[in-house]
């Protein structure tokens, strides 16, 4: 399966090293498009407080 769309590069690379290891059941798959999606907003956030402080 490829990389869902709209992850950004934190998330893409969550996808990636999983699905590179594991073969995932579909409603697996959707719990780590999730957690991606989760880990790409919490980078974009870490870069926000490191630019403008907390």
Same mark, same amino acid.
């Given at each position: ?5 709209? #992850?950004? %590069? ?9 699905? !590179?290891?594991?073969?995932?059941? +579909?409603? &697996?798959?959707? #719990?780590? %498009? ?9 980078? !974009?956030?870490?870069?926000?407080? +490191?630019? &403008?402080?907390?």
């Amino acid at each position: 399966m490829g990389t869902p769309e709209g #992850l950004n %590069e934190a998330g893409t690379a969550l996808w990636r090293s999983v699905t !590179d290891e594991l073969e995932l059941a +579909e409603h &697996e798959l959707c #719990l780590l %498009e999730q957690a991606a999606r989760t880990c790409g907003v919490c980078a !974009d956030l870490a870069s926000v407080v +490191e630019a &403008e402080g907390t």
